[in-house]
């Protein structure tokens, strides 16, 4: 049976978050709650349904995903103008943007079945901050304009991910790079590369220390 023969998984019951999670919850979104809940109900039936989460995912949906990536909003300035590159279900950029209705997001995705998932799904929670641009990172410098902080989780390596990502900051602001253990020997390797961009700063950071079990790993660069 080919992939295309193969029938799609099934949609799935939302994950209840553990008691942990739902404060974490609660303190990430606020009044905001109601639609991070639909979110995850997204992520776990069409989201499942059109391959942009695996069905194994949906158990840890809060604790490994959203809230993963909404303890991020600490380090982002208040008002920033936000790009998200490689955006596939949203993450990070529309848990950020749930938690932080402040932020003015871009999501940018290069294949169409997930523009089209986001779209939906943005239109369904009534997002007016967030905006969807359907582009490879590199080509969406002019497209996004001025940008404060871009952000990328799961996209490529460290040394890959510089080439299209601090070119759309123009010289100023921030790149915060989700990653896991890999952090330290990322940066190591992507040292000569920071330096021709002529990075100000590289520092591994964790968010989320008090609300999660396992803070998240980021990347913080700064030009």
């Not at 590159?85 to 993450?91: D, P």
């Not at 404060?148 to 989780?153: C, G, K, L, S, W």
């Not at 990653?179 to 990322?186: I, L, P, S, V």
């Amino acid at each position: 049976m080919t992939t295309a023969e193969r029938p799609a998984p099934d949609p799935q019951e939302p994950p209840v978050p553990d008691a942990r999670e739902r404060a974490a919850a609660e303190r990430l979104f606020g009044p905001r709650l109601g639609l991070a809940e639909r979110y995850v109900a997204h992520l776990a039936s069409s989201g499942i349904v059109r391959g942009l989460i695996g069905p194994r995912e949906v158990p840890r949906l809060w604790s490994r995903h959203v809230l993963n990536c909404a303890v991020v909003e600490e380090l982002v300035p208040e008002g920033a103008r936000v790009v998200d590159v490689g955006s596939g279900a949203g993450l990070p950029g529309l848990c950020l943007a749930l938690a932080r209705p402040d932020l003015s997001m871009t999501l940018v995705e290069p294949l169409e079945r997930r523009v089209q998932w986001l779209e939906e799904v943005v239109a369904d929670l009534g997002l007016a901050n967030v905006r969807i641009l359907r582009a490879r990172a590199e080509q969406a410098r002019d497209e996004v304009g001025e940008v404060d902080v871009v952000t990328a989780r799961a996209v490529s390596a460290l040394t890959g991910l510089l080439d299209i990502t601090l070119p759309l900051l123009r010289g100023r602001g921030e790149l915060l790079a989700l990653k896991g253990r890999t952090a330290a020997d990322e940066v190591a390797k992507a040292r000569k590369k920071l330096h021709r961009y002529a990075a100000r700063s590289t520092e591994i950071v964790t968010a989320g220390a008090e609300l999660l079990e396992e803070p998240t790993t980021v990347v913080r660069v700064r030009l």
